[in-house]
């Protein structure tokens, strides 16, 4: 099952590059294959018994000598980062067939080609399979954005490789100095190590990944210039390859060093939370102020990996996903308020809730999520963050909440600058409403928000065994 979820794309991808199709039925192969993916993982699901560990493996040697082998496997969590991955990848290629992009077999086969690589990294159990895969996942993203990026995408493509290959090759540095010393690369037969050079090793590479203050450089221009469905990919998904890293990697194996730069972690995450929420609250655009809210989101959730709590991990989880989900409608909703006004900058926007009720009703109830109102799912994850955090220390916490006030308020903003706020002659009163095929884009993204905010129990409570507790770990 978890080979086909890699697989599909992976091969769906090859089939794009090398038959001669157009750009529309290269298009239309590439979200048939996002949508079968998305029911492979259904059935992933249903099949899941989330009182277990790690489940659905398939292990194949590959280099015995040295431990490696192609082992991969689902925890609770990776199961729903995954669901992530092929919801999000889904509405992001179908968003990419209906404005017709250039050179489309090239463009769907990449985005085909990065979904598979992300599942890789979700399920990967080997160190050498989980780099590969993280290489795997990068390299279409330098070309989505450096060939089909906005004006200034040279600059962001080269920021995003600088950042991105320094963290890989920390990491890949960590990943030798770790499997050696082991005696195997297996993440499942692997021991724990005290080793401090290498936990910071894997730990920077994440913290680009994320990103993490103060290695979030590439992050405001790689958004800004990508197509919004790359930006909706790399905001709501690809940062949560970071999510699973930490989790996987540096929690399990080094509980000794995390513990001893626990303070030092949850005070740069802090950091993170506060000064994204206050570059997001000056940002003069929807896609700058969903850039820096994710950078502040990212905080938030490494503060409740961090706490080192069950609360903490249970509501990362959680967050990660809510995030992922309301982060890709922004991005793809700036998108369409790009198509129709030929900008997202807030001083030539407002007002474009008259007459255009599908917008309206989207961009306000995905605004109203992300500013967590009590009974939203981000509310649920951010609750249980801070929940788990005060335990590491009531300040975390005082933090955490006095952030999550500034989410209220950029929030707040950006729903009020496009929807509400007249521009007068600045306001385009010819952009039309949502088309049937832009709802059915977005649509299936909020529905899955308001489920969530439901029932959050439904990834909460599934993410760990009950009886694998961080106490129990330790």
Request: net charge negative.
């Amino acid at each position: 099952m978890i080979t086909a979820l890699i697989v599909l794309p992976l091969a769906a991808a090859l089939v794009v590059w090398l038959l001669p199709l157009s750009g529309r039925a290269a298009g239309a192969l590439a979200l048939l294959t996002a949508l079968v993916e998305v029911a492979l993982w259904a059935v992933a699901v249903a099949g899941f018994d989330f009182n277990q560990g790690l489940q659905l493996q398939d292990q194949q040697s590959w280099f015995s000598d040295l431990g490696v082998s192609y082992h991969v496997g689902f925890f609770g969590y990776s199961l729903w980062l995954a669901g992530l991955t092929a919801v999000v990848c889904a509405a992001s290629i179908g968003y990419a067939l209906r404005v017709n992009r250039e050179r489309g077999r090239a463009y769907h086969g990449l985005l085909l080609f990065l979904m598979g690589s992300i599942v890789g990294v979700f399920t990967a159990q080997d160190l050498l399979l989980f780099y590969v895969f993280f290489e795997a996942m990068l390299i279409p993203i330098y070309v989505l954005i450096g060939v089909w990026g906005g004006p200034r995408r040279v600059r962001a493509t080269a920021t995003f490789v600088i950042y991105t290959m320094a963290g890989s090759l920390l990491m890949l540095a960590a990943i030798v100095a770790f499997g050696l010393s082991q005696g195997t690369f297996s993440l499942v037969d692997s021991g724990t190590s005290a080793n401090e050079w290498v936990f910071l090793g894997f730990l920077a590479a994440f913290a680009v990944k994320a990103p993490i203050f103060p290695f979030h450089g590439w992050l405001v221009d790689a958004y800004r210039e990508s197509p919004p469905e790359v930006a909706a990919i790399l905001s709501g998904v690809v940062s949560k390859a970071a999510v699973y890293g930490l989790l996987r990697i540096v929690i399990a194996k080094f509980p000794e060093p995390v513990d001893d730069f626990q303070v030092a972690i949850l005070a740069f995450a802090a950091v993170g939370l506060v000064y994204g929420s206050l570059l997001a609250f000056r940002a003069p655009d929807l896609r700058s102020v969903t850039a820096y809210s994710s950078m502040a989101q990212m905080g938030l959730i490494v503060l409740g990996l961090f706490s080192l709590t069950d609360l903490g991990r249970n509501g990362a989880i959680l967050q990660s996903v809510a995030h992922g989900l309301v982060s890709a409608a922004l991005f793809l909703l700036a998108g369409m308020v790009e198509t129709r006004t030929g900008s997202s900058v807030f001083a030539v926007l407002g007002g474009m809730a008259r007459g255009r009720p599908a917008l309206a009703t989207l961009l306000m109830t995905t605004g109203i999520i992300a500013l967590a109102v009590p009974g939203s799912v981000a509310f649920a994850g951010e609750f249980l963050i801070l929940a788990g955090v005060y335990e590491a220390g009531w300040g975390w916490a005082a933090v955490g909440a006095g952030a999550i006030v500034l989410a209220a308020m950029y929030m707040l903003r950006l729903i009020s600058a496009v929807l509400h706020r007249s521009r007068g002659e600045d306001v385009r009163e010819e952009a039309p409403d949502l088309r049937p095929l832009e709802l059915a884009l977005v649509v299936p993204l909020v529905a899955a928000l308001l489920f969530l905010s439901a029932w959050p129990a439904s990834i909460s409570e599934r993410s760990f065994p009950e009886s694998d507790t961080i106490e129990a770990t330790e």
